[in-house]
């Protein structure tokens, strides 16, 4: 009896292994191609309502991906571990040298980085000059009734408390691209602490990702931070408005972001590794930031190859008009068509 | 799958003549290397941690050596990596986790095991083992939103007052601090520490209650001069595990303790654990040099809960050898 279950149990497991191995080897047929891609997590709510939209569109094509971090995205397309990566940072030179072919970068969307705090008794927004957002980080502007601060918001019942600093603790295209801002602005910050995912903080408290930043400042009375605009947005944060190179105080709001990229267009280079932090333009926010995918310029696969070309000219055309639901700034019909000419780069 | 199928070779046989022992013999030499091999994948597999850890740390190791462990400063831009403010972080916030959590974790214990109704007791030690089985980030939440505040609002101002002119309480309290994630600790392995002495306390044999009282001794005084010191190796063992549980923890510690790596003699002032380290850091390290730093905290922290584990063992050999010989 015994013996008869238990060879009854291993016909029922083989016949269903050899089931699932089955289904599995069907289901991609010749035409199928998947895709694998990695990267950050910034663009990850689009990026993966344009893989479903594409997938829809072309039942065929599976295209993948994982929100492991710009520092994994650029690591895995380095070693070739996957068929894109994603960053919101540019690779360095010396990133590129390492890798095995050339990789490219392609601008999809603009986000931006706001200043948020939490002062009782201020109901108005706050008006940051550059100078009074570098002195805070810095740790030199301690109070909150600093005179630069003062002057710039003379309607402001500014109170006489200390600043405390909060910032992102987990390495962070966010932080990238708020230090690559007081980089641009303050040559001290640019010399003493310099741009990275992560940095060496001369003051200030750190909490863990947009939310764990945005939960220190509200649980921090007279605290300032910094969160993604797109995270201001859909929580109701409020923030403040930043001075930008024009000396235009702007409140951040996705015209003002595609503005900047707009305003940074002459000076693009042609492998679109550019920062727009601090960009010219009166209408440009001075936080913002490209993110970027980041595409082997030769791929051995020629159906991949078809596939990630073909997807590229329908997220710069069809795909740019779903990103403003999702609380993306668009690219400039300027970087679109810049692009459009660089997709044949890939080979 | 294969498992069943031998059991079921093996009971098909019985008629073929084989000696009784032999077959016995037989089983017991399957059973003794499956269960060798079994054994030894622990074995590997921490042999394996320690060689990845120490091979993947290799360029930060040449670059600054021991220095490494004594450094205070942490640039990811500059490339200067220094461990001592994580490991003081970690160190800190678990001292203070055991500070606050042993007598609470041991005192309940004792009442449970002892002095409760066995009602009461079972029925709080079952929610003390659900207590256990909470994930962290509920008491990070927990603590974000109740604890920093409370601390910042009341305990502060109280401990800075009365005892303020000690430099443990001064300085700007902002509620995120070491004292904030030693208290969250010392919340998660409240559990661990009562769940295993009441265990243990329960298990002291009645005789040896019984002769106590049978001497004229008061109930407290056979709980605390004979049932606590019979039990005594039992309950420093489950706070080692406290420790080591707390030593690791990573997602509550992060969340409150500040995330500042600066060495500051205040436990109102933010700090910095290792575990909190390589958590924030690693997804978004590219370089490198950073990406090895990471992982020598890694295995600097596996060496500190190394020589923990081998610390309760000693004080556990003497207590017992000690009870032992009295």
Known sequence: ?347 | MPLSSTVAANAGAPRRVRPLARRLQRGDQIAHLITLIFAATIFIVTALLFYELYTGALLTRQKFGWSFLSGTTWDPVALEFGALPFIYGTLVTSALALIIGVPLGVGAAIFLAELAPLGVSDGLAFIIELLAAVPSVIYGLLAIFTLVPFLRDYVAPLLQSTLGFLPLFQGQSYGVSLLAGGSILAIMVLPFIISISREVLLAVPREQREASLALGATQWETTWNVVVPYAKAGIIGSIFLALARALGETMAVTMVIGNDPRINLSVFAPGYSIAAAIANEFSEATGDMHISALIELGFVLFCITIAVNAVARLLILTTTRKSGAT
């Open chain 1, 1 to 347: 009896m015994k013996t008869l279950v238990s060879v009854g149990v291993l016909a029922f497991f083989c016949v269903s292994c050899a089931d699932s191995e089955r289904t599995q080897a069907e289901a991609p047929p010749a035409d199928q191609v998947l895709i694998n891609g990695a990267g950050a997590t910034f663009p990850y709510p689009i990026y993966s309502k344009w893989f479903n939209e594409y997938h829809r569109k072309f039942p065929q094509i599976q295209i993948n991906y994982q929100s492991i971090g710009s520092g994994g995205g650029i690591r895995q397309v380095t070693e070739g571990t996957v068929d894109f990566g994603a960053t919101d940072g540019p690779m360095t030179d010396e990133q590129l040298k390492q890798a095995k072919t050339k990789i490219l970068h392609f601008p999809t969307v603009l986000g931006a980085v706001v200043p948020a705090y939490n002062v009782p008794g201020v109901t108005q927004e706050i008006d940051f000059t550059p100078e009074a957002l570098a002195g805070i980080f810095l740790g030199k502007i301690t109070k909150w009734n600093d005179p630069e601060l003062k002057n710039a918001n003379a309607e402001v019942n500014l109170p006489d408390k200390n600043i405390v600093v909060i910032h992102r603790s987990d390495g962070s295209g966010t932080t990238y691209v708020w230090v690559d801002y007081l980089s641009k602005v303050s040559p001290e910050w640019k010399s003493k602490v310099g741009v990275n995912t992560s940095v060496n903080w001369p003051v200030g408290l750190g909490g863990k990702g947009n939310e764990g930043v945005a939960g220190l400042i509200k649980q921090t009375p007279n605290s300032i931070g910094y969160v993604e605009l797109i995270y201001a947005i859909q929580n109701k944060m409020p923030y403040g408005k930043v001075r930008n190179s024009a000396g235009t105080p702007l409140k951040a709001d996705l015209a003002s972001v595609t503005a900047a990229a707009a305003g940074a267009v002459e000076t693009m280079p042609s492998d679109f590794r550019v920062s727009i932090t601090n960009a010219a333009g009166k209408d440009a926010y001075p936080v913002s930031s490209f993110t970027w995918l980041l595409i082997p310029s030769k791929i051995q696969d020629q159906a991949k190859k078809k596939v990630l070309k073909e997807f590229l000219q329908w997220m710069l055309t069809d795909g740019q008009n779903m990103v403003e639901a999702l609380s993306y700034a668009r690219l400039p019909k300027e970087v679109v068509a810049m692009e459009q000419k660089a997709i044949p780069e890939i080979e």
